[in-house]
């Protein structure tokens, strides 16, 4: 199925409210939970990053798009150089993914603890506050950057109509391996098939790849 053959039906995703407030409610128990019990973990890379770059900060706060186009502030664990921002635009012809991404695999803007904790997906752990806050879910599309969402078409436009994911099919299905193409096409085959059981499904599959890495740079 070519990725131009997906069409939401925007009226079925507003009548699905018993999975929206189930979806709603796990995300905010799930979340805080986690962040609880994965506070030790959060310390370390904390000090571990303030070790390897005593002058930056810990995190990092961009600002993404989300559900209806909406802005809001997402936070990351800071794997790059300060002024990782300024540098981007004379990286640009580097880059290794076709279409409204930005991706190389040597990005020189990227820290040492920065590539462990990429590879891993540690850097995304703070994103569960995105989820208690309400701008983000544990399981949808990846939240893309303003710049990338001006280069939409109508078509890749769909993945907006939901809220982004901490993790989803994208990072599940290869993440940097996958073109943005087939990336638009994993984001609305799970919108068209989200559901509760696919959500637990794609979680226990991010498990896995945060134990074995599965391209993420």
């Not at 990092?60 to 809001?72: L, T």
């Amino acid at each position: 199925m070519k990725s131009k053959d997906i069409h939401i039906n925007e009226q079925q995703l507003n009548h699905q409210y018993g999975y929206r407030f189930i979806k709603r409610l796990f995300d905010i128990i799930a979340s805080a939970l986690a962040l609880v019990i994965l506070s030790p973990l959060l310390l370390i890379i904390a000090i571990c990053i303030k070790v390897d770059d005593p002058k930056g900060p810990v995190f990092y706060s961009q600002i993404r798009v989300g559900k209806d186009g909406k802005h809001f502030k997402m936070f990351k664990f800071r794997s790059m150089v300060t002024n990782a921002d300024q540098l981007l635009e004379k990286l640009r012809a580097k880059n290794e993914v076709d279409g409204a991404m930005f991706k190389i695999k040597n990005d020189p803007r990227i820290t040492r603890v920065g590539r462990v904790i990429r590879k891993y997906s540690l850097d995304e752990l703070p994103q569960l506050a995105n989820v208690v806050l309400g701008s983000m879910s544990i399981v949808g599309p990846r939240p893309p950057l303003v710049s990338e969402v001006a280069e939409y078409t109508d078509y890749d436009k769909q993945r907006l109509m939901v809220k982004p994911g901490a993790t989803g099919m994208w990072q599940v299905g290869g993440r940097n391996d996958v073109s943005f193409d087939e990336m638009v096409r994993l984001d609305l085959t799970y919108i068209q098939k989200r559901s509760i059981w696919l959500d637990l499904k794609i979680m226990f599959e991010t498990v896995k790849i945060m134990i074995i890495p599965n391209g993420a740079y």
